[in-house]
């Protein structure tokens, strides 16, 4: 655990020390320098990323429909009809009231780790992604004012980038807890469908 511990402070003082290399670049032509494009394997982490979290979203909108037809007793198509951020909260809402027998606890852990996840698939989505020249790291890149602030809050001033730093390793590590998280909702999913689901 110290371990894992050290990992993540080792990784966090990396992107700090990125983030000031890349924010110290006098203009576009030397903060490209530092940065090339991304390999077919950084490609395919990316969609990879992206689309596990959209079937993590498709998994919890069939399960936030199920969930309310059965405490309701009606059939209802709100849940395909939420934007993204409203699904995870209406999926832990219906998880939370139901009367059935099913993991309550098991679908809010997953959904909150997804909720953290959204990070991925709004940056990697939106935002132009390079390789750092350490080739450990990708660097995200944004001129898009709406979509910056969404980020943290902070306006772009006119002509500057916003920057955000993934080191690749844990990328992976990540991608394999949303995986799993995938396929957890996956069998909670195929339960509630095959009608087995009872009365807790």
């Given at each position: 655990m110290e371990a894992e511990s050290s990992m993540v402070v080792s990784a966090e003082q990396e992107t700090r020390e990125i983030i000031l290399r890349l924010g110290c670049a006098e203009g576009d032509p030397e903060l490209l320098q530092l940065l090339s494009g991304v390999s077919?394997?950084?490609?395919?982490?990316?969609?990879?990323?992206?689309?596990?979290?959209?079937?993590?979203?498709?998994?919890?909108?069939?399960?936030?429909?199920?969930?309310?037809?059965?405490?309701?007793?009606?059939?209802?198509d709100a849940a395909f009809s939420l934007n993204d951020t409203d699904v995870l909260i209406h999926t832990k809402k219906e998880a939370r009231e139901s009367g059935l027998n099913i993991d309550k606890a098991g679908i809010i852990s997953a959904v909150e780790t997804l909720e953290m996840h959204r990070l991925f698939r709004h940056?990697?989505?939106?935002?132009?992604?390079?390789?750092?020249?350490?080739?450990?790291?990708?660097?995200?890149?944004?001129?898009?004012?709406?979509?910056?602030?969404?980020?943290?809050?902070?306006?772009?001033?006119?002509?500057?980038?916003?920057?955000?730093?993934?080191?690749?390793?844990?990328?992976?590590?990540?991608?394999?807890?949303?995986?799993?998280?995938?396929?957890?909702?996956?069998?909670?999913?195929?339960?509630?469908?095959?009608?087995?689901?009872?009365?807790?």
């Open positions: 077919k394997d950084d490609f395919a982490l990316i969609g990879e990323l992206i689309q596990m979290y959209c079937m993590a979203d498709a998994l919890c909108r069939g399960l936030t429909a199920m969930l309310q037809e059965h405490r309701l007793g009606t059939a209802s940056t990697f989505s939106h935002w132009v992604v390079k390789r750092y020249m350490d080739g450990k790291h990708l660097v995200a890149l944004s001129k898009s004012a709406p979509d910056a602030k969404k980020r943290d809050g902070i306006a772009l001033e006119g002509g500057k980038a916003k920057l955000a730093v993934f080191r690749i390793d844990l990328l992976l590590t990540e991608l394999e807890k949303v995986k799993g998280h995938c396929r957890f909702l996956s069998e909670v999913h195929a339960y509630l469908e095959s009608g087995a689901a009872t009365q807790a």
